[in-house]
């Protein structure tokens, strides 16, 4: 059985709310050129099961980099997308910028994970399963405490 080949779709919305973001937090985001961030969604299936992660971030390296208007493609899924509300989006749009490499010298690198996820958002949301709880603050509306350090806990 062959698979089937996905189809892409930009996804606006994530880029709106992303300067939003960095807008409200440059403390936080400093140095994140969202215009670099390109996200798109697969629009012909659902993301398969055994795939934790709502979303991939990929970079883009030199030589590619220099016909390609984009430092970074984030890829999900677009079901996953219309099914969070905009809550959810934020913060999940908060965790793909964690990817993002804050250095200019280091464009289109990838910042890993710290453990299963990024550990600003662990500390700040105390839990690793932010994205799953129902009751999260709406951190466009809300002012949040971001914990950049363990010593801020």
């Known amino acids: 059985m062959s698979q089937i080949k996905p189809e892409y779709e930009a996804v606006e919305e994530f880029t709106i709310l992303a300067k939003q973001v960095v807008d409200k937090y440059p ?10 961030i390109r ?12 795939k934790e992660r709502l979303w991939e971030i990929r970079g ?9 208007s984009y430092s970074y493609y ?7 997308w219309e099914e969070m509300d905009e809550k959810h989006k934020l913060l999940m749009i908060s965790e793909v910028l964690c990817g993002v490499s804050k250095d200019k010298n280091e464009e289109g690198k990838v910042n890993p994970p710290d ?3 990024w550990k600003l958002m662990q500390r700040t949301f105390k839990s690793i399963d932010y994205l799953q709880e ?7 509306r809300e002012d949040i405490e971001w914990k950049v350090s363990a010593k801020q806990e």
């Open 27 to 36: 403390d936080v985001f400093y140095g994140i050129d969202v215009n670099l």
């Open 39 to 50: 996200c798109v969604a697969i629009t012909n299936k659902d993301k398969p099961a055994k």
């Open 74 to 80: 984030v890829i999900m899924y677009l079901s996953d």
């Open 134 to 140: 129902a009751d999260v603050p709406d951190i466009l």
């Open 60 to 68: 883009v390296q030199m030589p590619i980099r220099m016909d390609c």
């Open 115 to 117: 453990s299963k996820g």
